[in-house]
């Protein structure tokens, strides 16, 4: 008898043992998945930098000549998109406007201006392409002109990750590495010339060599906010109208010159008592498809709710988002992603 109350007995302790084990490590794996959340949440919020500090870098006034500041060394050519021939302008590709992801070994900078990209091969089509010559002629270049290193090597998978998941693909497209940025490390250098600030981003391998030439600008927004009777006739010929309304980065937030464009909007729909309009949100490719579809939305129902309560029967009124699956424009450049991010009037 004594026998079984013991073996009873230990049951008792065993099992609530496993429990309180069971119920710590049920903790650890919580606590665990918490921190993980909390370290993705870091992770997003330190990806990119709000803003460079340029008073940390030396001005320099050593002439440079003109944009794009750097021709090929001896022995090397800026070659022409698409052949082996040498670029007329000294440049592979010229953007009036588009950016760089410049990686300072921390966080990424969002350097956006006028843009050069200047891929380089031998002169000699039969000659090995020398990319320790090419390496060592460059840096030596920039260092004499007053170019600063930021950050040389490959960019942590983990940063290039996230990169790519704040827009599609824009690790390939926004940074000049030779090729793979997952595969080639790559140089950043800040240029704080009494001329302007500029941003230089090499990559080399043994095959070829890329150099990115940033020169920092902000966007100048050409498109101009029509006015009601514009927006009429565009209605009346070609049965909608489109506007840009400008919403804060990545949000449904009116700013204050979208908010002059809804107004028009509202004088347009108060002067024709009997027009109804569809109310469609566009976007650029930046970001998710599913994430676009519902910021389109978003913004498409902040302008039907502001009509309505400017008075407006929201019966006169639908809305919808549709993302990037409409583009008007190829998403190629920062202009025509402007394009893009639309909110087009459809009459019904």
């Not at 240029?191 to 920092?216: D, R, T, W, Y």
């Not at 509202?266 to 599913?290: C, M, Q, Y």
């Not at 549709?322 to 991010?341: C, D, L, M, Q, V």
Request: glycine share 6%.
């Amino acid at each position: 008898m004594k026998k079984i109350l013991t073996l009873a007995f230990l049951s008792i302790i065993i099992g609530s043992c496993k429990k309180e084990n069971n119920a710590v490590q049920n903790k650890n794996v919580s606590e665990v998945k918490e921190n993980a959340a909390d370290s993705s949440e870091a992770s997003k919020e330190t990806l990119f930098v709000d803003s460079f500090d340029w008073s940390k870098i030396q001005e320099s006034t050593i002439d440079i000549g003109v944009f794009p500041y750097i021709t090929a060394p001896e022995g090397f050519i800026i070659k022409e998109e698409g052949s082996t021939e040498v670029a007329k302008n000294g440049m592979t590709n010229f953007f009036d406007f588009n950016k760089l992801f410049i990686y300072d070994g921390n966080s990424f900078i969002r350097a956006e201006g006028k843009k050069a990209s200047l891929y380089l091969i031998m002169k000699d089509d039969n000659a090995e392409f020398n990319q320790l010559k090419f390496d060592k002629s460059v840096d030596n270049y920039l260092k004499k002109i007053g170019a600063v290193l930021l950050f040389g090597g490959q960019i942590p998978v983990g940063e290039l990750d996230a990169l790519q998941q704040s827009e599609e693909k824009a690790a390939y497209k926004y940074i000049q590495s030779a090729g793979s940025p997952y595969d080639n490390s790559v140089r950043n250098y800040a240029l704080n010339h009494k001329n302007g600030k500029i941003f230089i981003q090499l990559g080399s391998n043994s095959a070829h060599s890329e150099i990115g030439v940033i020169e920092l600008e902000g966007f100048k927004q050409t498109i101009k906010a029509p006015t009601a009777s514009e927006m009429q006739k565009e209605i009346d010929s070609k049965g909608k109208a489109v506007l840009n309304i400008n919403f804060d980065i990545d949000k449904a937030t009116l700013q204050d010159d979208g908010q002059k464009v809804v107004d028009e909007i509202f004088a347009l729909l108060s002067k024709n008592k009997i027009l109804k309009l569809s109310i469609e949100g566009h976007t650029d490719n930046s970001g998710s498809l599913e994430h676009n579809k519902k910021l389109s939305a978003d913004r498409a129902n902040t302008v039907m709710y502001a009509l309505a309560a400017k008075g407006i029967d929201i019966k006169r009124l639908k809305a919808s988002g549709f993302g990037s699956e409409k583009p008007i424009e190829t998403n190629n450049s920062e202009e025509n992603k402007a394009k893009n991010r639309r909110v087009e009037l459809v009459k019904f």
